[in-house]
Nanobody, 120 residues
């Protein structure tokens, strides 16, 4: 089973920068994509960024232009850098891995989440 360890987060000042990191362990060769999602109280979980093993990157509409996501050469780590942080960016951020378990099946693994609080 793939295990995801998140780091970063905490208290960030509005207008400042946020850095998050996710490190995968276990059968990481089976990971087809790593992603960051976030969920604020009372809201649905939304995509922040996803990077596939092939290098395709997609950002959520609410953060486009303010973030950069990058995977390391080994493909086991996903870093996220967000600039111009807004109060609406406050949420619990979750790391997500798409894991190929067979030719026809992919499962998702989730980290425990890291809380980001934004002070205005």
């Amino acid at each position: 089973q793939v295990h995801l360890a998140e780091s970063g987060g905490g208290l960030v000042q509005a207008g400042g920068s946020l850095s998050l990191s996710c490190t995968a362990s276990g059968p990481t060769v089976c990971i087809s994509a790593l992603a960051w999602y976030r969920q604020a109280p009372g809201k649905t979980r939304e995509l922040v960024a996803i990077v596939t093993t092939g290098g395709y990157t997609q950002y959520g509409d609410s953060v486009k232009g303010r973030i950069t996501a990058s995977r390391d050469a080994g493909g086991n780590k996903l870093d996220l850098q967000m600039d111009s942080v807004k109060p609406d960016d406050a949420a619990t951020y979750y790391c997500n891995a798409r894991v190929v378990v067979s030719i026809e099946a992919t499962v998702e693994e989730w980290g425990q989440g890291t809380l980001v609080t934004v002070s205005s």
